[in-house]
């Protein structure tokens, strides 16, 4: 069993404002912590894995195929390999949640 603490891992800044920190992974999944401050925006981009997340403070609107989707405290969200989308914090809090990827992620591009 991998055990990862999020109070050991130093975060990463992939983007202005947004903080990712991989956590506990294995052969076929990965969990990613994420920070994302106050108008902060992930531009739209697609990568192969599926995507899914749980959101636990501040919210995050999504943008997929046009179509705007808030995700708050206390829900979870899917995203299918593949699929182009943004993200933008438009609150006056930070957002903080994890993301899961099937397959792993292994060495993502944010992290050199």
Known sequence: ???????????????????????A???SMNVQHFEIDAGATIEKHSHPHEQTGF?????LTFVLEGEEVVCGPGDSY??????PHAATNRG?????????????RENPSWQE
Do not use: K, N
């Not at 899917?78 to 699929?83: D, F, L, S, V």
């Not at 006056?92 to 792993?104: A, L, N, W």
């Open 1 to 23: 069993m991998e055990r990862v603490s999020l109070s050991a891992v130093e975060g990463t800044e992939a983007a202005d404002g947004v903080s990712l920190a991989l956590l």
């Open 25 to 27: 992974g294995s052969e």
């Open 55 to 59: 959101i636990y403070e501040g919210e």
């Open 78 to 83: 899917a995203i299918p390999g593949e699929q």
């Open 92 to 104: 006056d809090e930070p957002v903080r949640g994890v993301d899961i990827f099937s397959p792993p």
